[in-house]
């Protein structure tokens, strides 16, 4: 049995177990039982997905049919979800608020077909609500916080916008026993952070620092140098650290893709889009 060596870990793990075992009835799904809404409904999550990402169409493609209709149903609600808060002009906590009705509604909208064909993969695949609740909080974060104290915080937040996608996307492609979740978190932690990494200078110009900041100044950096956007020595050092660290998490992480079906074949969602 796995076990969690580092704090963060510890409380990452315990969201994943409270998801995955939260009542039945907490944000219940219906299948839809209307045929030709439904085909709507899944041809829309499918558009949205083709426009979006070629990468992860074409490897969803290679699902049967009725899990690769939900894990783009699951994209759809992924990229709706981040684009109110990162594209969306105007009250985006408003509009978050509007979109999480919808969602988590016991009977979606017919004129909300992303939220309804969400709604039926949910049903379809048993996926806990309480994981795409926790990814919408993950994402409203980005509203109100701009930088990380710590390791710990940020991998909190990494949770919330990458690892909870793996764990939904589980619940479809399959796997075997609850060994998998923190497998699955980590490698969800891992790929968020190689976003991070490789987009300090645009989540610069956005106002945001995911860099923890107590790391930071351990390498005798600040804000100012993210503002100067030199590559100096302290810089080079503190990325090294950044990137074994990293790399260590999908070295961890690995060992779970023995433990989920069709695992290898669907990509992290926010890894290939950039999502959080």
């Known amino acids: 049995m796995y076990a969690p060596s580092q704090s963060w870990e510890s409380s990452l793990l315990a969201l994943a177990l409270e998801a995955a075992e939260s009542p039945i009835y907490l944000h219940p799904a219906r299948p839809i039982q209307n045929q030709i809404l439904l085909q709507k409904a899944y041809a829309q999550c499918e558009a949205i997905t083709a426009e979006h990402s070629r990468s992860f169409y074409l ?6 049919a009725e899990k690769r209709q939900a894990v783009r149903a699951l994209y759809a609600f992924c990229r709706i979800t981040d684009d109110i808060v990162d594209r969306l002009e105007g009250d985006g ?16 909208s017919r004129h909300n077909l ?17 994981y795409a609740e926790q990814l919408v909080d993950g994402v409203a974060r980005d509203l109100t916080q701009t930088s990380y104290e710590s390791f710990a915080d940020l991998a909190t937040y990494c949770y919330g916008v990458a690892s909870t996608v793996g764990l939904m996307s589980m619940h479809i492609s399959g796997f075997a026993s609850q060994a998998a ?13 190689t976003n991070i990494l490789r987009n300090v200078a645009g989540d610069w110009q956005r106002s945001r620092v995911y860099l923890p900041q107590n790391e930071l100044t351990g390498f005798g950096l600040g804000e100012s140098d993210l503002a100067a956007g030199v590559v100096t020595d302290k810089w080079r050092e503190f990325m090294r650290f950044q990137i074994e660290r990293n790399r260590r998490l ?5 060992p779970g893709t023995g433990l989920t079906a069709g695992f290898q074949q669907i990509p992290n969602l926010c890894q290939q889009d950039n999502f959080c």
């Open 59 to 64: 490897a969803s493609s290679l699902l049967p």
């Open 93 to 108: 906590a408003e509009a978050l608020q509007q979109w999480r009705q919808q969602v988590f509604c016991h009977h979606p």
């Open 114 to 130: 992303v939220a309804a064909a969400w709604a039926d993969a949910r049903s379809r695949f048993h996926v806990p609500g309480r």
């Open 181 to 193: 979740l923190p497998y699955a978190i980590k490698l969800g932690l891992a790929l968020q952070l």
């Open 250 to 254: 999908y070295a961890e992480a690995w």
